[in-house]
């Protein structure tokens, strides 16, 4: 629940509003209630559902829309761990945790700023269609 109110912040809704919005969500209340809405959760895709049974509640619907649209991936954790693979290996496992989280960061950074310049560049600009 914790983390939800978090993001009630980040998203600049009432926290109080939202709760009482989940609450009615909860008692099934209004379209809530309804036989078709009870049905729908199970046969529509949840976005959908939202839209046809939150309009009662606008900021929960916005809130749930959000939380449903988020990506479920494991490639920032497989960039995490690439990272770490070659900084912590063999050779040098010795390191202090502090020392290995800081050159994890700097690797990343420079990665980072790597691909930015690679962006900026034009490598059309050399080019000679005419030749």
Do not use: H
């Amino acid at each position: 629940m914790g983390d939800f109110l978090n993001m009630c912040t980040v998203c600049g809704f009432q926290e109080m509003e939202i709760l009482r919005q989940l609450a009615r969500y909860r008692r099934r209340e209004g379209l809530f209630g309804r036989q078709s809405a009870i049905d729908g959760a199970t046969k529509l895709d949840p976005c959908t559902w939202w839209n046809s049974f939150g309009a009662a509640t606008p900021e929960l619907q916005i809130m749930a829309k959000k939380i449903l649209s988020l990506v479920c991936s494991a490639s920032a954790c497989e960039t995490n761990w690439s990272s770490w693979e070659y900084i912590v290996d063999k050779r040098r496992n010795r390191l202090a945790t502090d020392k290995a989280i800081k050159l994890v960061v700097v690797g990343i950074n420079a990665n980072l700023r790597l691909i930015q310049n690679m962006e900026k560049c034009d490598f059309n600009d050399d080019y000679d269609s005419s030749e």
